[in-house]
């Protein structure tokens, strides 16, 4: 079946991480659900909005476009 994706967005509220929220519904067609938290001490997390995809910190303090969380999306898939 279909691999399960975990999406987190960590950081507060901000225009950065909306943004980012923003281009990862559009990347994944709105079908996978993003967890957002203000923070994680798993991971250490200096900028954000953070990206972690399947436990992996994919990119801190900025925002990816469509296409990178694309390309992240299909490698960790």
């Keep these: 079946g279909e691999k399960i994706m975990e ?3 960590i950081g507060t509220n901000s ?3 909306l943004k ?3 281009n990862i519904k559009k990347a994944t067609d709105n079908k996978i659900n993003i967890q957002l938290l203000e923070k994680d001490n798993k991971y250490n997390i200096t900028n954000t909005p ?3 995809i399947n436990d992996k910190l994919i990119s801190q303090g900025k925002v990816l476009n469509e296409r990178e969380i694309k390309k992240f999306i299909e490698v960790l898939a």
């Design 50 to 52: 953070a990206l972690i």
């Design 15 to 17: 225009s950065n991480r």
């Design 20 to 22: 980012l929220i923003k």
């Design 7 to 9: 999406i987190k967005v």
